[in-house]
């Protein structure tokens, strides 16, 4: 686990290469604390650098760069291999010795044997690396099939160079940052930056399960993407070849996967705990590694004195049932103000997943004693375990009912009442709802339920349910939209469950939910593996019918009866809540002058980058407690803190796009006033 950046020139650097790459990893220390190294070919102009997490194989034979044992490849890399030592044992056969017992030294094993996409296929892990094949003459990218681990890849004229982060890049020489206005409005959408894009024009995330090869020609670098692993392939495939068999041998598979992928990243030379909130996912990652261990396996969680945003109870339940060492941490509003100022630095470009706090506490407390963690994410988006997957389908079914006439009419009447009348409202009888209901109705979810009753086709529905900003390009100054390639543009409403969980696999999962984790466990040193996103186990899930995820209104069938072997159903058993702040309160209190610096109408109009009318619309609106437009705020609070990380950090964006030309002199002054370093 460590962090990776570098470059290919064709050119003459304005400073010396080995400066360079020291600085680009100086850069993200924090992913690598524990020593670095560096590669520097003058002949062809390749420059590897990486920053060490030492995790398997502590001795100096783990180090990289590391070379192949031909001399063909050079490679670094973050993230782990966790079935390396099975892949080991293959390749000993056929006439490969190794020096230590490091993954890196067994994946460059394998390139030499099977090529690097023969190789990459073979590979059970999180990994994000780049390898100079001295041969070739290629730089050759990867990143894993759900992109837990992250790859930056800027092009140049006469350059390329790659890192683990975008702060890395901007130690290129000669490297210039330009803001990309589409970028900017998915991301007030999706409170993300979906892949391939990034906050910047000149800039692209590698998309989970690709590789990409990078060539010069003429001294100009060319660059070709390939897929290794699709899951919308994988998805369809599997629809022609369900799994045969009775309920209970589909369980008992099921269950062995679970514990092998539970086993394979409980593999470490270094202290391992999990996180455990007491949900389904991961009381059931803790249960199969306490199953797996001779010793209390550590957990940790956090807490909040608003008992509607309160997990730690239900954690506290699940670990005495299961007898771990459990630690617990509740966390303050004044928790939440110290690590808010970090936020745009941590992230890196601009994320507005608020509960990037609580992980990042949690993070904070489990790196105090362990330096890897395991986590529960990826169940949700593989066994359907959102709200909006039992819900959205009949919810839509249930729509068709009324002419869209009708629903537009009665989409206007809920506006018109105040959340809060909502809320007083629903409360008599929110004891009574279903589960589901209770956390998808009351208050100012009601005016969200409004706008989608607005929307006419299935794919405007799913897309409506997982908007933040339900029109960006109003807010974003010389914003457009551009379409994601993943969204589909019609859905089949009887496979509309299945088609948003893949639509979340291929976008939310990637770009909040990974990004998340990564950034915040990264900032500490903390390493985070995931062993319900073992590929192996969504393999097996596209080949089960609906019913072992979704059933009878109940998500996450299958999980839950595996869970129910190891702990009791009545401990686990609750509405589902995400792993949230109460960010509406705090904005009106201990985070408010935090807020109201950023969200000022001069410094809106200063930045250029949004129409300050609406939000300050918003602002008043949430001051005034008539709407909770935290989470919209919050998108924009974000984005300007980073824009302040810029400024600090003296990072000149060159912005060629004023939004108007009565802020354009104004808005260039403030740029060229940013010196150009880190």
């Given at each position: 686990?460590?962090?990776?950046?570098?470059f290919?020139t064709?050119?003459?650097?304005?400073?010396?290469?080995?400066?360079?790459?020291?600085?680009?990893?100086?850069?993200?220390t924090?992913?690598?604390?524990?020593?670095d190294?560096?590669?520097w070919d003058?002949?062809?102009?390749v420059?590897?650098?990486?920053?060490?997490l030492?995790?398997?194989?502590?001795?100096?034979?783990?180090?990289?760069?590391?070379?192949?044992?031909?001399?063909?490849?050079?490679?670094?890399f973050?993230?782990?291999?966790?079935?390396?030592?099975?892949?080991?044992?293959?390749?000993s056969?056929?006439?490969?010795?190794?020096?230590?017992?490091?993954?890196?030294?067994?994946?460059?094993?394998?390139?030499?044997?099977?090529?690097?996409?023969?190789?990459?296929?073979?590979?059970?892990?999180m990994?994000?690396?780049?390898?100079?094949?001295?041969?070739?003459?290629?730089?050759?990218?990867?990143?894993?099939?759900?992109?837990?681990?992250?790859?930056?890849?800027?092009?140049?004229?006469?350059?390329?160079?790659?890192?683990?982060e975008?702060?890395?890049?901007?130690?290129?020489?000669?490297?210039?940052?330009?803001?990309?206005?589409?970028?900017?409005?998915?991301?007030?959408?999706?409170?993300?930056?979906?892949?391939?894009?990034?906050?910047y024009?000149?800039?692209?995330k590698?998309?989970?399960?690709?590789?990409?090869?990078?060539?010069?020609?003429?001294?100009?670098?060319?660059?070709?993407?390939?897929?290794?692993?699709?899951?919308?392939?994988?998805?369809?495939?599997?629809?022609?070849a369900?799994?045969?068999?009775?309920?209970?041998e589909?369980?008992?598979?099921?269950?062995?996967?679970?514990?092998d992928?539970?086993?394979?990243?409980?593999?470490?030379?270094?202290?391992?705990?999990?996180?455990?909130?007491?949900?389904i996912?991961?009381?059931?990652?803790?249960?199969?590694?306490?199953?797996?261990?001779?010793?209390?396996?550590?957990?940790f969680?956090?807490?909040?004195?608003?008992?509607?945003?309160?997990?730690?109870?239900?954690?506290?339940?699940?670990?005495?049932?299961?007898g771990?060492?459990?630690?617990?941490?509740?966390?303050?509003?004044?928790?939440?103000?110290?690590?808010?100022?970090?936020?745009?630095?941590?992230?890196?470009?601009?994320?507005?997943?608020?509960?990037?706090v609580?992980?990042l506490?949690?993070?904070?407390?489990?790196?105090r004693?362990?330096?890897?963690?395991?986590?529960?994410?990826?169940?949700?988006?593989?066994?359907?375990?959102?709200?909006?997957?039992s819900?959205?389908?009949?919810?839509?079914?249930?729509?068709?009912?009324?002419?869209?006439?009708?629903?537009?009419?009665?989409?206007a009447?809920i506006?018109?009442?105040?959340?809060?009348?909502?809320d007083?409202?629903?409360?008599?009888?929110?004891g009574?709802?279903?589960?589901?209901?209770?956390?998808?109705?009351?208050?100012?979810?009601m005016?969200?339920f409004?706008s989608?009753?607005?929307?006419?086709?299935?794919?405007?529905?799913?897309?409506?349910?997982?908007?933040?900003?339900?029109?960006?390009?109003?807010?974003?100054?010389?914003?457009?939209?551009p379409?994601?390639r993943?969204?589909?543009?019609?859905?089949?409403?009887?496979?509309?469950?299945?088609?948003?969980?893949?639509?979340?696999?291929?976008?939310?999962l990637?770009?909040?939910?990974?990004?998340?984790?990564?950034?915040?466990?990264?900032?500490?040193?903390?390493?985070t593996?995931?062993?319900?996103?073992?590929?192996?186990?969504?393999?097996?899930?596209?080949?089960?019918?609906?019913?072992?995820?979704?059933?009878?209104?109940?998500?996450?069938?299958?999980?839950?009866?595996?869970?129910?072997?190891?702990v009791?159903?009545?401990?686990?058993?609750?509405?589902?809540t995400?792993?949230?702040?109460?960010?509406?309160s705090?904005?009106?209190?201990?985070?408010?002058?935090?807020?109201?610096?950023l969200?000022?109408?001069?410094?809106?109009?200063?930045?250029?980058?949004?129409?300050?009318?609406?939000?300050?619309?918003?602002?008043?609106e949430?001051?005034?407690?008539?709407?909770?437009?935290?989470?919209?705020?919050?998108?924009?609070?974000?984005?300007?803190?980073?824009?302040?990380?810029q400024?600090?950090?003296?990072?000149?964006?060159?912005?060629?796009?004023?939004?108007?030309?009565?802020?354009?002199?104004?808005?260039?002054?403030?740029?060229?006033?940013?010196?150009?370093?880190?």
């Amino acid at each position: 686990m460590c962090g990776i950046a570098g470059f290919w020139t064709s050119h003459a650097l304005t400073e010396a290469p080995e400066r360079v790459l020291r600085n680009m990893t100086t850069a993200i220390t924090y992913r690598g604390p524990d020593g670095d190294g560096f590669y520097w070919d003058d002949a062809s102009g390749v420059g590897l650098g990486h920053r060490r997490l030492a995790v398997v194989d502590l001795s100096e034979d783990g180090r990289q760069p590391m070379i192949s044992a031909s001399g063909r490849f050079v490679m670094v890399f973050n993230g782990e291999i966790y079935n390396f030592e099975r892949l080991r044992a293959d390749l000993s056969p056929l006439g490969h010795s190794f020096r230590g017992h490091s993954d890196t030294e067994v994946m460059l094993a394998a390139f030499e044997e099977w090529g690097v996409v023969g190789a990459v296929e073979k590979f059970v892990g999180m990994f994000a690396f780049a390898v100079w094949d001295r041969m070739e003459r290629a730089l050759i990218f990867a990143r894993d099939r759900f992109g837990k681990k992250p790859l930056y890849i800027h092009v140049g004229d006469h350059l390329v160079g790659f890192a683990s982060e975008l702060k890395a890049l901007y130690c290129l020489p000669e490297f210039k940052p330009r803001i990309d206005r589409q970028s900017l409005t998915l991301y007030l959408r999706h409170n993300y930056v979906p892949s391939p894009r990034s906050i910047y024009e000149n800039v692209v995330k590698l998309v989970p399960g690709s590789l990409a090869t990078v060539r010069f020609d003429m001294g100009k670098p060319s660059i070709q993407y390939r897929t290794f692993w699709d899951a919308r392939a994988v998805r369809d495939s599997s629809r022609a070849a369900p799994f045969v068999g009775s309920e209970r041998e589909i369980l008992d598979r099921l269950d062995e996967l679970l514990r092998d992928a539970v086993a394979l990243r409980m593999i470490a030379d270094v202290p391992l705990g999990a996180f455990l909130s007491g949900g389904i996912d991961s009381s059931l990652v803790v249960a199969l590694m306490q199953a797996q261990s001779a010793r209390p396996v550590k957990t940790f969680c956090v807490g909040f004195a608003e008992s509607e945003y309160n997990e730690a109870p239900f954690a506290s339940a699940v670990a005495r049932h299961l007898g771990t060492d459990h630690s617990e941490t509740m966390l303050t509003p004044r928790d939440a103000l110290d690590r808010v100022p970090r936020l745009a630095s941590i992230f890196d470009e601009p994320f507005a997943d608020s509960s990037q706090v609580p992980t990042l506490m949690v993070s904070e407390v489990a790196r105090r004693e362990v330096t890897v963690a395991l986590s529960g994410d990826g169940g949700d988006e593989i066994f359907c375990g959102y709200n909006r997957y039992s819900l959205g389908r009949d919810m839509w079914r249930r729509f068709q009912i009324l002419p869209f006439p009708l629903r537009r009419v009665l989409a206007a009447a809920i506006k018109n009442v105040s959340p809060r009348v909502w809320d007083a409202a629903f409360k008599p009888v929110r004891g009574i709802l279903p589960a589901a209901l209770r956390v998808s109705i009351p208050g100012d979810r009601m005016h969200k339920f409004a706008s989608v009753l607005e929307i006419e086709s299935p794919s405007a529905f799913y897309q409506r349910l997982v908007s933040h900003f339900t029109n960006p390009t109003d807010v974003v100054r010389g914003g457009s939209e551009p379409l994601l390639r993943e969204f589909p543009s019609h859905l089949d409403l009887r496979s509309f469950t299945e088609e948003m969980m893949l639509v979340d696999v291929l976008t939310y999962l990637p770009d909040d939910i990974l990004t998340k984790v990564d950034r915040a466990s990264m900032s500490v040193s903390l390493e985070t593996r995931a062993p319900l996103l073992d590929h192996r186990l969504f393999e097996f899930a596209s080949h089960l019918p609906m019913q072992y995820k979704l059933r009878a209104g109940t998500t996450k069938w299958a999980l839950r009866q595996i869970l129910y072997r190891y702990v009791p159903s009545e401990l686990v058993e609750r509405p589902k809540t995400g792993f949230g702040i109460p960010i509406d309160s705090w904005l009106r209190g201990p985070l408010r002058s935090w807020a109201e610096n950023l969200l000022s109408e001069s410094r809106l109009n200063d930045d250029g980058y949004f129409e300050s009318a609406p939000i300050l619309k918003l602002w008043m609106e949430h001051l005034s407690g008539r709407h909770n437009w935290a989470y919209l705020l919050w998108n924009i609070l974000i984005f300007q803190s980073w824009l302040d990380e810029q400024k600090r950090c003296q990072i000149q964006i060159y912005d060629r796009k004023p939004a108007t030309p009565a802020l354009g002199r104004k808005q260039l002054s403030v740029a060229s006033a940013r010196r150009e370093s880190w």
